[in-house]
């Protein structure tokens, strides 16, 4: 099966502009999670969608991160305006249904954001 | 907060020496537990997983770990390791504590060199 695909794998702009990423999950997966990765640490979540409603976003910076899933399939990550320290990988990964802590979450190749 | 911590953060081996990789948690009731690898230039992907039974548990490529409850501790090992194994290793936790959310907590990494 076709695996999680993301894009732009890469992207470099200056501080105050804006960005948006884009995910498509596995092909019936309910679950989709976008995390942040910062170089030397491990990924963390920002937000979660079962299906197109947010289930955690605690840890999402509401102030210049959004993210959507509208019809429950492809989703995207948007940050507006951007900041020096949002510098990182960026990793979508979807799961059958999170209700189910066995199943397991398949990460995509990330998009690597450089903010100058 | 939990937290999941790696001990050794650059490990460099010469192949077929053995692998220990340390991993502490520190979630006190049940936990789903995790290890990732990413090669150079790929996605993360799961290396072997725990959810409950036996607690050494055996993952792709020769890797097992064994989950210690009193030690809070899911240790990823190798008897004899590869070239090819060099990566990045990121252990993981989901708490279960019955709320909505099944993200992954990551520890820091560990980054593992192979020397021919």
């Known amino acids: 099966e076709a695996g999680v695909a993301q894009s732009p794998r890469y992207k470099i702009i200056e501080k105050r502009q804006s960005v948006a990423f884009w995910c498509n999950p596995i092909s019936g997966h309910a679950t989709l999670y976008w995390y942040q990765q910062i170089l030397g640490q491990g990924p963390k979540l920002l937000i979660q969608f079962q299906n197109n409603g947010v289930v955690d976003d605690s840890q999402l910076p509401k102030d210049r991160f959004s993210a959507e899933r509208l019809k429950g399939v492809d989703s995207t990550l948007k940050i507006q305006p951007a900041k020096l320290e949002d510098s990182a990988v960026y990793l979508c990964?979807?799961?059958?249904?999170?209700?189910?802590?066995?199943?397991?979450?398949?990460f995509g190749a990330g998009t690597r954001l450089s903010v100058l | 907060a939990q937290s999941v911590s790696q001990h050794n953060h650059h490990v460099i081996l010469s192949e077929a020496a053995s692998l220990e990789l340390g991993c502490n948690y520190s979630?006190?009731?049940?936990?789903?537990l995790f290890w990732y690898v990413q090669y150079p230039g790929q996605h993360l992907q799961l290396l072997l997983k725990?959810?409950?039974?036996?607690?050494l548990v055996k993952g792709i490529k020769g890797f097992e770990a064994e989950f210690i409850k009193s030690k809070f501790s899911f240790n990823l090992r190798k008897p004899s390791v590869q070239w090819s194994d060099t990566a990045e290793y990121f252990c993981a936790v989901i708490p279960n504590y019955g709320g909505a959310t099944n993200k992954l907590i990551f520890g820091t990494g560990t980054l593992l060199a192979v020397q021919p």
């Open positions: 979630y006190g009731g049940t936990v789903n």
């Open positions: 725990y959810f409950s039974g036996d607690p």
């Open positions: 990964a979807s799961s059958h249904d999170r209700r189910n802590l066995k199943n397991i979450q398949y």
